[in-house]
């Protein structure tokens, strides 16, 4: 597989990082947008991928109003968990990370089969980690999610 993990900071509307904008523009057709999502939707999401009235299609806060672009075929946009039940994850413990695993390999199968060229994640700064706004997650959830995502290479 040969795609570019790109980290970019949210700097506004109709800018590059706002995914909402950039999943509308032509030269972003090749690109999947990674959004960070809740534990809850993201399992809904997973057991009815067609149901694109449930809370797996519904647009959320920050950059998760792409979650109905997952629920499309192709899915321009695919979720990470990022917390559960309205707070961040913590720590990197055993459920976030089968739950991030999860994602990954979702993320890895969506770009496989639709051959993407491009994922695209929010970032937190330069330094490329994760990004966060709505949720306070942890530092080694953060760092756990970026190293995943740019291991897709």
Known sequence: MSVQVIGL????VKKEGDFNWMAQQIQYADALFVFNDNAEQFLHHRAAPTDTSGP?????????????LQCQTPPRAAG???????????TL?????????????????????????????????????LGTGIFRVGHDVKQYITDRLKGLV
């Not at 900071?9 to 506004?12: E, Y």
């Not at 797996?56 to 109905?68: F, L, S, Y």
């Open 93 to 129: 413990d055993t459920t976030a990370k089968e739950l991030i695993d999860q994602a990954i390999a979702s993320i890895e199968q969506v770009v496989r089969q639709y051959g993407y060229k491009r994922i695209f994640y929010s970032a937190q700064d330069a330094s490329g980690i």
């Open 9 to 12: 900071v949210f700097s506004g």
């Open 80 to 90: 990470i968990p990022t917390g559960s039940h309205g707070r961040g994850f913590d």
């Open 56 to 68: 797996g299609c519904t647009p959320g806060g920050g950059n998760a109003i792409i979650r109905p």
